[in-house]
């Protein structure tokens, strides 16, 4: 079987639809299934990668990360790919990617799945702030049923994600299937080269926010939490770890509140080294976003062995459950910083969540959840063929 995916955002912008569409990937190939990924180009220091296909991209307004695909080079490159080299176009974003995605599926005649993996409501709400939050929620409503109507099957990556779209009116097929953890995961970090590398004292109590610093992830609540932590642990540290357009106001906020000496911006992590040294060099992960679809860090973090302390909002509701090493807390400073407290003074409270957190990651196999994905592939491709078999044997 051969697939098409097609993304407005991978490598080496980092973040879980990158994250996710990397290890989906890499678990297909393992099971015989060719994937050829279409993806913005960014610079030319980008490296190369076994079937992907890089479009000319613009830079985005207002975010120096991320690219917008020409649509012109976008729709050339996949007109130049003969429609019987793959079998179905499975959507990752819901920009030029849906759009090149929809008309490239009907083309070649073939299915067309998408995941949702924005919650687009929200993300509107933060990037168009001058838009009212009843219009805006009006017509991210509207803008998401027209593109799940024009797909075969829906892939939500959480239970609670599932729910947000049926809520909508959505009627497309809706298939529950997270992204698992790849094996990598699981090597252990180096938290004391981490440590050392960032000038952290050993013993220091660190608190550590690893994702995109973006607006949406509600990273002030955390630096509002970590103000209420110093005043019972006043030695106590913040790492947040990531680039993103939140950065500046972050720095501004943390200024504002004398916390500069506290608060450690880390920057962007190399994925496979450095990102691993920074999880395992924390006591805890803390984590408060309202819009995840699922949320990977935070089982990054259990792989660890990381304690984590979060909210559960959306989709890290269907990974923040009982014995998964996590403490859960409401978006309520006072109440959030007490738990953090509580995880850094109690030493056999962390070995405990630890322990459970390290178990419980590994019940998300990346390479299971593939084996499910390359199923409802060969399920839809079924469908499709027999739904034109019977238009053929009709006409």
């Not at 990924?37 to 079937?51: G, S, V």
């Not at 110093?230 to 500046?248: D, H, S, Y």
């Not at 803390?286 to 990381?306: K, N, P």
């Not at 978006?331 to 509580?342: K, L, N, Q």
Request: hydrophobic share 45%; with cysteine; charged share 20%.
């Amino acid at each position: 079987m051969r697939i098409l995916f097609i993304s407005d955002v991978y490598f080496p912008r980092v973040n879980g639809v990158s994250t996710s569409i990397r290890t989906f990937r890499d678990d297909l190939y393992s099971q015989g299934i060719e994937v050829r990924l279409i993806a913005p180009h960014y610079a030319a220091a980008t490296p190369a990668e076994r079937d992907v296909l890089r479009v000319a991209a613009a830079a985005v307004p207002k975010d120096p990360e991320d690219r917008r695909m020409r649509w012109g080079a976008l729709t050339r490159t996949l007109d130049a790919l003969p429609a019987e080299e793959f079998d179905l176009v499975h959507i990752h974003t819901p920009f030029v990617a849906h759009y090149a995605g929809v008309r490239c599926a009907r083309r070649a005649g073939v299915p067309c799945v998408a995941t949702y993996h924005t919650f687009f409501e929200e993300y509107l709400h933060h990037y168009v702030p001058a838009l009212p939050r009843a219009l805006g929620r009006f017509a991210a409503r509207h803008f998401t049923r027209s593109q799940c109507a024009a797909v075969q099957a829906l892939i939500a990556p959480s239970e609670p994600m599932r729910t947000v779209l049926l809520d909508y009116g959505v009627t497309t097929p809706i298939h529950v299937l997270p992204t698992g953890l790849a094996a990598d995961r699981f090597r252990p970090g180096n938290g004391a080269a981490f440590r050392a590398q960032a000038r952290i004292a050993p013993q220091r109590p660190l608190l550590t926010y690893i994702g995109r610093v973006a607006h949406e992830k509600n990273i002030g609540f955390l630096v509002q939490v970590f103000a209420r932590v110093l005043a019972e642990v006043p030695e106590a540290l913040l790492v947040i770890a990531g680039e993103g357009p939140a950065r500046e106001s972050l720095r501004a906020q943390v200024t504002s509140l004398g916390l500069s000496a506290q608060v450690h911006f880390a920057g962007y992590l190399e994925r496979d080294t450095e990102l691993l040294d920074c999880y395992a060099a924390a006591d805890v992960f803390v984590f408060a976003s309202r819009t995840e679809t699922q949320g990977l860090v935070l089982l990054e973090a259990m792989a660890q062995g990381t304690p984590v302390v979060s909210t559960a909002e959306l989709g890290t509701r269907s990974i923040l459950v009982p014995g998964s090493g996590a403490l859960v807390a409401p978006e309520d400073a006072g109440e959030f910083a007490a738990a953090v407290v509580r995880v850094l003074r109690d030493a056999k409270l962390r070995a405990e969540l630890a322990g459970h957190g390290r178990a419980y990651a590994r019940s998300w196999s990346s390479a299971a959840m593939a084996r499910r994905l390359a199923e409802l592939y060969g399920q839809l491709c079924a469908q499709h063929a027999g739904a034109r078999a019977g238009v053929n044997h009709v006409t």
